[in-house]
């Protein structure tokens, strides 16, 4: 009995240290006798005691790496600091880790010598615009190299580019430059359109002072034609019931009378012939004209 008691504790020796759990985004490599045998997911797994071991334990999961500033040398010899930041993925346990050793340095390196490399065909006015361009191209060359070590280059960024403190005085100053040129532009495009309004609003305040005169000019001779009208309306329709009423010598003599008194209401000097002097005038301008006749 106590032999058998011995032999399971030995047993429970053995066997449990030799029971794995694998996690989730992860996996564990795992070499027999020195060799490699297989690559655990997760899940439950048991190990042969003294034989198979655990060669390394590789996270799937994607991984950030904020590589220091590098110094890198543009086209036009400016010497200037970049950092860069890398998202990668192990896509292969067993290439990972028998694939390159210190992979994550072995990928630092290559970070720098690429950027290097591609800085070095840029100028720096390009260098400072490009930035997506020169991403592009190092997640290409970075993914392409990493391949064999079983990595999958997912995005690189550059975070920082750092000038020269002479170059960064220079670029201030002609930014300083160019906002105050855009400045005085827009001074001076605002003042024109100013102007422009102010003339604008005194041609249209000319234009409707002269409307507005015309109008007024139009509606006083309006108003003088239609009261002459209506007076002699007015007269017309007095005459014409003075024909109709079949109006005698002694109507007609007291309109005159009227008329005379209307007349004689005035300031001015009138001088007044009577009826009877107007036939003897009109009589003799006939006896002129008849002896002016014979004559011929």
């Keep these: 009995m106590d032999i058998l008691l011995v032999l399971l504790i030995l047993l429970a020796i053995l066997i449990i240290p030799n029971v794995k759990i694998v996690p989730q985004a ?59 930041v890398v998202y990668f993925q192990i896509t292969d346990a067993k290439l990972y880790t028998y694939g390159v050793e210190y992979p994550i340095s072995a990928i630092e390196n290559l970070t720098a010598t690429t950027l290097r490399n591609i800085i070095g065909e840029l100028e720096l006015d390009q260098t400072l615009t490009s930035r997506d361009i020169i991403n592009s191209k190092m997640r290409s060359i970075l993914d392409e190299a990493t391949d064999p070590w079983g990595i999958k280059v997912n995005r690189v960024e550059v975070k920082n580019i750092i000038p020269p403190r002479d170059i960064q ?6 930014m300083r430059a160019e906002r ?22 005194e041609k249209e305040s000319a234009i409707l002072r002269a409307e507005a005169k015309r109008e007024a000019q139009i509606r006083i001779a309006e108003g003088e034609a239609e009261a002459l009208l209506k007076l002699k309306s007015a007269e017309a329709e007095g005459i014409r019931l003075l024909k109709e009423a079949k109006a005698d010598d002694k109507v007609i003599a007291l309109k005159s009378f009227e008329a005379l008194s209307n007349l004689a209401n005035g300031t001015a000097t009138k001088l007044i012939v009577p009826a009877e002097l107007q036939g003897i005038a009109t009589l003799g301008t006939a006896i002129k004209e008849a002896m002016q006749d014979k004559q011929k």
Aim: proline share 3%; hydrophobic share 35%.
């Design 26 to 84: 992860e996996c564990y490599v795992i070499e027999r006798l020195g060799s490699y045998y297989t690559t655990w997911r997760n899940g439950l797994h048991i190990k042969m005691p003294f034989i198979d071991r655990i060669s390394n334990k590789v996270v799937l999961k994607e991984i950030v790496k904020d590589f220091a500033p590098q110094p890198v040398i543009t086209k036009d010899n400016v010497t200037m600091q970049i950092d860069t």
């Design 169 to 174: 005085e220079a670029m201030e100053k002609q």
């Design 180 to 201: 105050e040129r855009r400045e005085k532009i827009l001074q001076a495009e605002g003042e024109k359109k100013s102007s422009i309004l102010i003339a604008e609003g």
